[in-house]
């Protein structure tokens, strides 16, 4: 049994930062993911995709944001439990919370913090018999390692930003590139659609409106791909790797069963202090819902302050937290490291005058 102040319930960004705002006020935090990873959607979906509005950061990647992420929490050392699904979650008669992982452990927490994201998700899938044997080698759902595709002949699947970001990328390095998508009208944001036409037109990559319908393989590997043309024929195209990107199942999982409040697959939360339905457990982050939500790595930030002082009130109730800031708070910048507290503790016997030019 791991006995702790609180259970972060997800590693992406907001479950990071939540660990700051936690560690702030003198908490300290266990962050659990189903992932082996820390990162949440930052990583696993567009982790080389600039992002543009993080407040005083022009633009980083999502794998950047992360390191950062990272690296800001690092003084308050938080234990992370990543590849484990919390199965169980239950309220305990003394108020606080016990909860089990698919891997065997075993928390007792004051508080709960669900910082989920779209909870458990995983990539819709090319329903194909011959797909199953290619998936990890010449079959993709995401990419890790882009330099696999060096002097390749790809085929990329999809009409959302996934799909024309890598096939921008990807042009770059493969030997050919040909996206596929059912139809010609694109999710994805119009400048990329506009620049992968240019690209069409330049000879330097295709276009096929189709379906795939069927992959051919050879020496074990992936050979050719078959898709389906508006017109009814059978077009096949040469192809040592196929990455299919046509979003993902986004499901609460085990969380459904934990008797919070939902709406519309989210759960329901106070904006005061992102207290779901049961007193003691949280919610920040694309899992919650409120009026006026909105889905903005920005927004679970905010959510993720907030939510910090709504956990130490119920972890310490009575207890009034005045309002620091780390650029004058002692107590704050000896948290977070920056401060010598060996020299504050020589200032503070010495006499006032004095002390006020130490």
């Known amino acids: 049994m791991i006995s702790c102040d609180t259970v972060i319930i997800g590693a992406g960004p907001v479950g990071l930062f939540q660990v700051f705002e936690l560690g702030l006020l003198g908490l300290g935090a266990h962050v659990i993911d189903s992932v082996p990873q820390a990162g949440g959607q930052c990583v696993e979906l567009y982790p080389d995709k600039p992002i543009y509005d993080i407040p005083a950061v022009p633009a980083c990647s999502g794998r950047e944001l992360i390191e950062r992420l990272q690296q800001q929490i690092r003084p308050f050392a938080p234990q992370f439990h990543l590849g484990h699904t919390v199965t169980t979650l239950e309220r305990m008669q003394d108020g606080r919370f016990r909860l089990q992982t698919s891997g065997g452990l075993v928390f007792d927490a004051g508080a709960v913090i669900i910082a989920g994201g779209l909870g458990a998700f995983a990539p819709r899938t090319l329903n194909l018999p011959e797909a199953v044997p290619l998936v990890g080698r010449t079959l993709h759902y995401k990419v890790t390692r882009p330099a696999l595709f060096d002097d390749q002949d790809i085929v990329i699947a999809g009409g959302g930003d996934a799909a024309l970001d890598w096939a921008l990328e990807l042009v770059e390095r493969a030997r050919s590139v040909v996206l596929v998508h059912r139809s010609s009208t694109f999710r994805a944001a119009p400048a990329s659609v506009a620049r992968m036409q ?82 003691g457990i949280f919610a920040v982050g694309d899992i919650n819902t409120y009026p006026g939500k909105k889905k903005l790595i920005l927004s679970g930030f905010h959510e993720s302050a907030l939510c910090a002082f709504a956990v130490h009130a119920h972890l310490h109730p009575g207890d009034k937290v005045n309002l620091q800031y780390t650029t004058t708070s002692p107590a704050l910048q000896r948290r977070l490291g920056v401060r010598d507290v060996e020299r504050d503790a020589i200032v503070a016997e010495l006499p006032p005058r004095v002390a006020a030019t130490a």
């Open 198 to 279: 240019a690209l069409c037109d330049e000879g330097r990559m295709q276009f096929c409106e189709g379906d795939i319908v069927g992959l051919e393989t050879a020496d074990d590997a992936l050979a050719q791909v078959r898709v389906r043309t508006r017109s009814g024929m059978v077009q096949r195209i040469a192809a040592s790797h196929l990455l299919v990107f046509w979003g993902l199942h986004p499901a609460l999982g085990p969380i459904a069963e934990w008797g919070l409040a939902l709406e519309r697959q989210q759960l329901v939360v106070d904006p005061a202090t992102f207290q779901t339905s049961v007193p």
